[in-house]
């Protein structure tokens, strides 16, 4: 599964388009039958496009949902590129305009609040309609009828749909009655407005109806920003407000076009684009513009509104790069321009090697920004979850339930029939006294995935009662000095694990920092865009490779040294102060001879975790007991996929009841 950058953006976003996908693809023209789902589909109204088309063309060619998800990424890129010429062409046919645009836009990677045109989801696509209907409202003949089409697919692509929609005609409005003294279009304006009101309140009647599973009031409230709105008092809620817009103003991807290095070449930009009479963009900066400021107090991710904004400001800045190019390197044309402008040639001259040479920065640092990018985290499969193998083990038992314990349950909906495999079943539908009652019946899927942050992870840990030892398999071992390690087990306490080795106890623990790391194979999909492949080379001014350190996460390394005097077939540590918790890996390393003998609780092999190390307690052997399904449910490993684990019960509450 492809993970997203962590922040706004949920982390399971990619399942969650890959399971939409999937829903369509196995139910081509949303048609549930007489079929009971595993699980309700999640699709929203205003999301719907982007699942709908991706699922019918995965049924048409026969091919996943994953496959197809991974497709979008080629499409999406192709689709942008189509959107981007239309719109230079139209906006400056000059190729210096042309070139100087698609240039800069080929390098606008956005960042992990926004995703700039690297990763091609719904509010990509929203983002591709939005240039589209620019082109369609200010530069065709037929601006009403095409609008409507784009404004109808931008209400069913994302949940700025309805923003965007706005921003669009309202700018048309403006441009039509203030600069164009055209009167007629604010009736088709308003008509259209009517119809986005129109969408709305649909889209609330089938919720209510329970015809769709999701409300776009549910898309405002995940926007919406609650301390605002709960502030009483009309002062207080001005002062938050204010804060609100201070702290939006305040951040680098604003004050670096409004109030730094590149505002010259905003100004410059906005500047050339009101002299050359290109109303239609200063309007649309405007709005979008106002729009943030007035998002900021309201919204959960104003950044989400500063998306569209850099956009457009990214044109413009183009626009004044491609007057000052062509004034520099041109025909007299422009030269004459600067004549009439009463500005003398010198300091036009000034003026204009001014903003190419900061036009250079902003161009480097948007191929820099683009190239260093970390893509470990955006484009990386770092859920490492070998789903053909718990497929087929669902087909070899074809009369036991699989309860899932995930908090990103899109993930195995989005493969082949999940979504009416009577097999798969949810917490919610199920019940651990009705479990106990037959115990045999159920395989329970837990997760704990090695390079996600730690509240993120998943709940599948080993459990260590009061009193209870961890036995290791060091059959074999010879006499000798040996180093036993605790790697990312994330206990939070060592000093109360003794290690015995023979009649030799051994306390002495020693703690520092070990960073997680990502594998340097399986790390990318199996189709990935050229425009994604990393290279590990020096950046130019940069000391360090584009792609930065690897590390997922830092986390920490116990250490105790200690001796085998005579050959002996385990070692114990012993736990005595409390239950503990643990995953990670437990490795013995020879200090003699070198090499070592690994215990992985999250990738290892299943025989090596059920038969080379296990739990005592008193005086009685136990395979290794797992927690992560319900509280005080206890399990023991079937299958290890992983960062996703089948279990079978053990026992409710410990001792075994």
Not at 281 to 286: A, K, P
Not at 289 to 315: D, N, Q
Not at 510 to 523: A, I, K, L, N
């Amino acid at each position: 599964m492809w993970y997203e950058h962590p922040g706004p953006v949920g982390l399971d976003d990619a399942g969650w388009y890959m399971s939409n996908i999937e829903y369509f693809r196995e139910f081509p023209f949303i048609t549930r039958g007489s079929t009971e789902l595993t699980s309700p589909p999640i699709y929203n109204i205003n999301k719907i496009s982007h699942p709908l088309l991706f699922g019918w063309l995965a049924f048409v060619f026969g091919t996943s949902a994953e496959t197809m998800y991974h497709i979008n990424f080629y499409v999406g890129i192709v689709l942008m590129g189509f959107v981007l010429v239309a719109l230079f062409r139209r906006i400056d046919a000059s190729p210096w305009f042309v070139l100087s645009a698609f240039v800069l836009f080929a390098f606008y990677e956005g960042k992990g609040s926004y995703h700039g045109f690297s990763w091609v989801v719904p509010s990509f696509y929203a983002i591709a309609l939005f240039l589209s209907g620019i082109v369609v409202f200010f530069f065709s003949q037929r601006p009403i009828l095409y609008g409507f089409l784009v404004i109808l697919l931008l209400l069913l692509t994302h949940s700025t749909g309805i923003y965007l929609a706005s921003i669009l005609l309202l700018s048309y409005m403006l441009n039509e009655s203030v600069c164009n003294r055209n009167g007629k279009p604010l009736i088709a304006g308003f008509i259209l407005s009517g119809i986005v009101v129109s969408f709305f309140l649909i889209g609330e009647y089938l919720y209510f109806k329970k015809m769709i599973p999701a409300s776009i009031t549910l898309s405002f409230q995940s926007y919406h920003k609650g301390g605002f709105a709960f502030v009483e008092g009309w002062g207080d809620r001005f002062i938050v407000a204010m804060q609100a817009i201070y702290k939006t103003v305040n951040m680098y991807d604003f004050n670096k076009y409004f109030y730094g290095l590149y505002t010259p070449l905003v100004g410059y930009g906005l500047f050339e684009l009101i002299r050359k009479r290109k109303y239609p963009i200063v309007w649309l900066f405007v709005l979008l513009f106002a729009g943030l400021i007035i998002a900021s107090p309201l919204a959960r991710f104003p950044m989400r509104f500063f998306y569209p904004l850099e956009v457009v400001t990214w044109i413009m800045i183009a626009y004044g790069i491609s007057v000052n190019l062509k004034r520099l390197f041109g025909n007299s044309m422009e030269e004459l321009d600067s004549v009439k402008s009463g500005c003398p040639k010198l300091t036009q001259r000034v003026i204009d090697i001014g903003i190419i040479v900061i036009a250079v920065l902003f161009l480097y640092n948007a191929i820099h920004q683009k190239s260093d990018h970390i893509t470990y985290v955006k484009y990386s499969n770092v859920r490492f979850f070998d789903k053909e193998r718990l497929i087929e083990i669902m087909e070899q038992n074809p009369d036991k339930r699989f309860v899932v314990f995930t908090k990103m349950r899109d993930v195995y909906l989005s493969y082949d029939g999940m979504w009416q495999n009577p097999q798969l079943l949810f917490p919610e539908k199920s019940d651990p006294e009705t479990i106990a009652q037959s115990p045999s019946d159920y395989i329970f899927i837990a997760e704990n995935h090695r390079y996600l942050d730690e509240n993120k992870r998943g709940e599948a840990q080993v459990f260590v009662p009061d009193s209870a030892s961890i036995w290791l398999s060091v059959e074999g071992l010879k006499p000798g000095r040996y180093r036993l390690e605790m790697i990312d087990t994330g206990l939070s306490r060592i000093d109360d694990i003794q290690l015995f080795s023979g009649e030799s106890v051994f306390s002495s623990w020693q703690v520092d920092d070990y960073p997680v790391r990502f594998p340097d194979e399986g790390m990318t999909p199996p189709v990935l865009p050229p425009w994604y492949w990393q290279h590990d080379k020096p950046w130019l001014l940069k000391k360090r490779p584009i792609r930065r350190d690897n590390v997922a996460r830092m986390a920490k390394r116990h250490s105790c040294e200690f001796r085998i005097e005579r050959p002996l077939e385990i070692i114990t540590l012993l736990n005595y102060d409390g239950d503990l918790s643990l995953n990670g890996i437990i490795r013995i390393v020879d200090l003699d001879r070198g090499g070592s003998r690994v215990f992985d609780l999250y990738w290892g092999d299943e025989r090596v975790l059920k038969n080379d190390l296990g739990m005592i307690y008193e005086g009685k052997r136990y395979p290794l007991l797992w927690s992560g399904a319900y509280p005080g449910m206890l399990m023991t490993l079937e299958k290890n996929f992983r960062d996703v684990k089948a279990f079978s019960f053990h026992s409710l509450g410990w001792p075994v009841q």
